[in-house]
């Protein structure tokens, strides 16, 4: 007899709480967001920059490829766990780093990382993050450490040692802030870096009450002001003070010679991130990153910026097949996880979904999304007839008429 597929789950199935029973997409935990947080909140985690084309592409990109499925293969025993840098994890996806986690969600950072190492997948911390690397470290040993590096050398170096004495293993460089972006969509709703209290941010914190106890208010009351913690070798500032513009300072003159730097300080996993170039992607690796993340920052820095997904093949013929390529921005779906390792990538990250699952349900949630994004997984790659991750090629992929024929 021939063996029945115990749907539909790579994690254990829990049940599931009254919050999150109406969820039943990444796409739904944005909606229950944006009625839970205050407005400029909500705005600086969904909004781009300038026109948000290049946010509104990283989507349109996925529905620009269909799939050839196969049939009567036998999938019953198919798996989706995926081997990276020599470490196992249960889904080919990880948590982005996403800033001012803490802002969002009641210890926000600490919040994604439990939630991503009970399901065996790797989180991000932001460099941005308002908790310090140590205690979220102490927490999540195994998670990644994503660096905006200062501008000058002394502070780069002392930077990566207090990286290294925190014993984080996988370090992620990102290079693509080298000025900082025109998000106009923040100064539209009203957020700002630093924070300035005002009657209208006072307003939109009394009319999110849940927010304002739960998260707001009990932050302040058992941590007290949050700082940016984790942006140089010392305590960043206050969010509301006006030395937090300097934590951003110029970084334009950064070039390939501070990330030869880096590399013989830093001794462990060393990734690039923020590459969109097939040659960026070749001096990457010449200069020693271990692999690299192709992201054009979730639309937040350049619009107009090419999605990931439009260069990712051409990145990967650069590099060669066994350099890990990595891929962030847009996804929302398990079809979209496997269309990007179809086209080469070895491990895709999700970012603002998470951040919103965290900040409407907790820890609770971010389980919840994870175990959507991974049943989709599951579910998927029976649908299409295939084993395991490694059986994905751009061979079951099929490109619509606008996509690029040579990229693939």
């Known amino acids: 007899m021939l063996a029945r597929n115990s749907e539909p789950s790579a994690t254990t199935a829990r049940p599931i709480d009254r919050r999150l029973k109406k969820i039943l997409s990444l796409a739904d935990f944005e909606t229950a967001a944006k009625r839970h947080l205050p407005r400029p909140l909500f705005g600086y985690v969904s909004g781009g920059a300038e026109d948000n084309a290049t946010l509104r592409d990283n989507r349109r990109v996925f529905e620009e ?30 948590l982005a780093p996403m800033g001012l986690s803490a802002l969002t969600a ?25 908790i310090p690397m140590e205690e979220v470290v102490a927490a999540v040993p195994s998670i990644w450490f994503q660096a ?41 709703v009203g957020f700002s870096t630093p924070l300035r209290p005002s009657l209208r941010l006072a307003w939109d914190g009394l009319t999110h009450p849940r927010w304002l106890l739960n998260t707001a208010l009990r932050t302040l009351v058992t941590h007290g002001m949050p700082h940016f913690e984790n942006s140089s070798a010392t ?29 013989k300080q830093w001794k462990r996993t060393l990734v690039v991130k923020g590459l969109l170039s097939r040659e960026d992607a070749r001096l990457a690796k010449e200069g020693g990153a271990d692999g690299i993340i192709v992201s054009n920052h979730g639309g937040r820095q350049l619009d107009g910026a090419v999605s990931p997904l439009r260069v990712l093949p051409e990145i990967v013929e650069a590099v060669g097949p066994d350099f890990p390529v990595m891929m962030d921005s847009g996804i929302r779906r398990g079809t979209d996880v496997l269309k990007a390792l179809a086209l080469g990538a070895k491990f895709v990250f999700v970012g603002r979904p998470f951040g919103y699952a ?24 029976g649908l299409l007839g295939l084993l395991s991750i490694s059986e994905l090629s751009a061979a079951q ?12």
């Open 65 to 94: 490829f269909s799939f050839v499925p196969r049939v009567l293969r036998n999938v019953s025993a198919r798996s989706q766990s995926v081997t990276l840098f020599g470490q196992g994890y249960a889904s080919p996806f990880g």
């Open 358 to 381: 965290a900040a409407v349900a907790g820890e609770l949630g971010v389980r919840h999304a994870i175990r959507i994004l991974s049943d989709e997984v599951q579910r998927d790659l």
């Open 235 to 263: 305590r960043g500032a206050p969010i509301l003070s006006s030395r937090a513009i300097r934590d951003f300072g110029a970084k334009d003159h950064l070039n390939w010679k501070h990330l030869e730097f880096i590399r």
């Open 397 to 408: 992929l099929r490109a619509s008429r606008s996509f690029e024929p040579n990229l693939i």
């Open 148 to 188: 905006y590096v200062p501008g000058e050398i002394p502070k780069i170096a002392a930077l990566i040692d207090r990286v290294d004495r925190a014993n984080i293993q996988t370090l992620v460089l990102t290079v693509d802030t080298a000025v900082l972006a025109n998000r106009e969509n923040n100064v539209r």
């Open 106 to 130: 009641f210890r926000g950072d600490l919040v994604l990382a439990r939630a991503a190492a009970a399901a065996g997948i790797p989180m991000i911390l932001s460099g941005t993050a308002l």
